[in-house]
């Protein structure tokens, strides 16, 4: 009995193994594809892409190379053309790559990738540093293709040339045209702000000026105005001043400003509230002049009394400093003038270097002074400086004016002390009649 139901059991499995192989038998025989052929241009081309992005560039340009010998034509010979340009850019190579960008441009004319090549071009020439080709490349450009996404490149590359072309104001110009354009991309927008505030803090008065035009309702207005009004304080321009204040606070809402504009024209009005009938005084009234100074001050005072006093014209305040003869303390007496009495203007001083030194601080704090020395030239100085004495020359020329010509003299005798004031007179004075023959 077991042994039936064994022979069984055996007969079972083999009809099974049997009918498995059987179906197996029936089925399809599967077919292994053999994978794509891969052109041999396009298995150069993709080695060559590797090895760029790799950064073997060495192994890539010879690939490259050899696609463009061997297929010269390809689908891709216009990128590797441009790849090869790239390389040779990324070596400091400037003058290959932008030959390898001029075959681009003769062998695809057309092409809507030409923008790119044009661009590239634009800043190859700026690196060879010819900025003023770079600039006109660069305005064609823009003239070209106005909507591409590289305006801002090629924006920011016009700012590059006019800063190599010692025209920052441009620079400024251009780069605020990119700024505003750059609203999307928040960090590349801030580096441009960057090269523009550097700009705004190292720029002279000439160039805030011009910078102020470009910046109108722009971010940029009150630190320009801010500048400018700084440099009027500096040199004591404060009705300029005054007008940079002004337009700071009016440029922007922010409080910011808007607080430093007025803290400016507060200072601005302290320094222009003069008073109208204060006279400031300038004489040696010690040291080796100080017979002089004294004998000049008896004079002032002498006229003062002319003026009479009534409510339109109140008495004159006559502020008298001491200059000892000397051209520092002269200075530092015209400034206590100006800053601390607020004198309308100031009288002397009459040595001749304390004069200049005093003339030169004058035009510069832009209060009047009219001096009393005979230092020939003093009135060049500047608009503020005058003079109530005759130069020698002057002295000499109206002399034989009068004694040649009116009176029709012709021969004369000299009489001078022999001391230096002597001989330096009797000389201008034979000068002046052989000048007249």
């Excluded at 022979?7 to 089925?27: D, H, K």
């Excluded at 080695?47 to 790799?54: P, Q, R, T, Y």
Aim: contains cysteine; aromatic residues 10%.
């Amino acid at each position: 009995m077991k042994f039936a139901l064994c022979l069984t059991y055996r007969a079972i499995s083999a009809i099974t193994v049997g009918m498995a192989l059987f179906v197996l038998a029936c089925q399809p025989k599967a077919v292994l594809e053999k994978p794509p052929e891969i052109p041999p241009d396009q298995a150069l081309f993709s080695a060559a892409e590797s090895d760029f992005e790799a950064g073997n560039y060495a192994k890539a340009m010879d690939a490259y190379k050899r696609y463009l010998e061997q297929f010269p034509k390809g689908p891709n010979a216009k990128t590797a053309l441009y790849r090869i340009s790239q390389i040779f850019t990324l070596g400091y190579d400037y003058e290959k790559a932008l030959a390898t960008l001029e075959t681009i441009l003769r062998e695809y004319p057309g092409d809507p990738q030409l923008a790119v090549v044009e661009y590239d071009m634009a800043y190859l020439y700026y690196r060879l540093g010819d900025y003023e080709r770079s600039r006109l490349s660069a305005i064609e450009w823009m003239g070209k293709y106005p909507d591409h996404p590289q305006l801002a490149d090629t924006l920011i590359l016009l700012g590059q040339n006019f800063i190599a072309l010692h025209d920052r104001p441009k620079a400024f110009y251009w780069w605020r045209m990119a700024f505003d354009i750059l609203r999307e991309s928040p960090e590349r927008q801030q580096r441009v702000e960057d090269r523009m505030i550097g700009l705004i803090e190292s720029g002279e008065l000439e160039e805030l000026v011009e910078m102020a035009g470009y910046a109108e309702d722009s971010v940029f207005a009150p630190p320009i105005h801010y500048k400018i009004a700084s440099f009027y304080l500096a040199e004591h321009r404060f009705q300029e001043a005054k007008g940079a204040a002004m337009a700071l606070v009016r440029s922007t809402p922010d409080q910011f400003w808007v607080d430093i504009g007025r803290r400016i024209l507060d200072k601005v009005a302290q320094e222009l509230s003069v008073k109208t009938n204060a006279i400031g005084c300038l004489l040696p009234l010690s040291g080796p002049f100080a017979i002089y100074g004294q004998e000049v001050l008896n004079g002032i005072q002498l006229g003062m009394g002319l003026f009479g006093q009534s409510e339109e014209n109140p008495a004159l305040e006559l502020i008298i400093e001491d200059t000892a003869g000397q051209a520092e303390q002269t200075v530092s007496q015209l400034e206590k003038l100006t800053t601390e009495s607020k004198v309308v203007a100031i009288v002397g001083p009459l040595v001749s270097k304390p004069a200049a030194a005093a003339s030169q601080k004058a035009e510069e704090l832009g209060v009047p002074i009219i001096t009393l020395t005979q230092r020939e030239g003093i009135t060049a100085e500047g608009n503020m400086v005058f003079r109530n004495f005759l130069t020698p020359s002057r002295e000499m020329r109206t002399l034989l004016q009068r004694v040649m010509y009116e009176m029709g003299l012709s021969r004369f005798g000299i009489l001078y002390p022999d001391n230096r004031y002597g001989h330096f007179f009797m000389n201008l004075f034979w000068d002046e009649l052989e000048s007249r023959g």
